[in-house]
């Protein structure tokens, strides 16, 4: 079965400085996808950002960057120039490729780490 | 991003009585949509995936006579709670996707609670 471990439970990070991520996952299978997404107070959910297996170069999406690591099967979230209204629960996801009869709907969700931002 | 529209946003219901949330995807056809379930501070659950339709394929320990998944059009579904107890109270989202390889928008959630 797949896995999707976040180690950070809380993080905390200055206005305008940059803050990591951590995501690790497990999987046996070849064709999957790996989510960020982001749930502030409101608990809309919130796609961040989305990287496809085969894609070896890693997604970005404006202060939004992540560090695929496919051998070692972690999928880090970078934010840079960190701003007031990034302060929310991030959750890592995983979902399972077409190949295998899977979408990018039924996804496998971590515990979520909460970030703080400091004015 | 397309939107998904889920009511009612909170619901209180009684002990024994069954509650009917909905999702609908404003301005796409839902080929699938998904019912996720998130326990306070913790992660969501995916409970199952329903396709227009046909019936819906429940997770391993959701019970498919509790929670009753309905999708009968590519714009609308809906997932009844049974005979409701407290125990079921929780935040239950919603997610909707259109045509293969695009990603899933969700819903606004339901917040369910079981007096």
């Known amino acids: 079965a797949q896995t999707v471990t976040q180690s950070q439970p809380e993080m905390s990070v200055q206005e305008a400085e940059t803050v990591t991520l951590s995501c690790t996952y497990d999987t046996s299978e070849s064709d999957y996808y790996l989510f960020w997404y982001k749930q502030p107070p409101s608990r809309q959910m919130i796609l961040v950002i989305r990287q496809e297996a085969y894609k070896q170069q890693n997604a970005t999406e404006n202060r939004f960057s992540v560090n695929f690591q496919k051998a070692a099967k972690s999928f880090s979230l970078k934010i840079s120039d960190s701003q007031l209204g990034d302060a929310a629960m991030y959750f890592c996801a995983y979902s399972r490729g077409e190949h295998y009869g899977g979408s990018q709907g039924n996804l496998i969700f971590g515990k979520g780490t909460k970030l703080s931002v400091k004015p | 991003g397309a939107v998904v529209s889920q009511h009612p946003s909170r619901v209180i219901c009684k002990s024994g009585t069954s509650v009917k949330i909905e999702c609908r995807s404003l301005d796409f056809q839902a080929t699938t949509m998904f019912w996720y379930r998130q326990f306070p501070k913790q992660s969501l659950m995916l409970m199952a995936t329903?396709?227009?339709?046909?019936?819906?394929?429940?997770e391993q320990g959701v019970e498919k006579d509790k929670f009753l998944i309905n999708h009968a059009s590519l714009t609308l579904s809906t997932l009844t709670v049974t005979s409701a107890h407290p125990e079921d109270s929780s935040f239950y989202i919603c997610s909707a996707r259109g045509v293969v390889n695009t990603e899933a928008f969700f819903g606004q959630g339901t917040r369910l609670t079981v007096v």
């Open positions: 329903s396709n227009e339709g046909s019936k819906a394929t429940y």
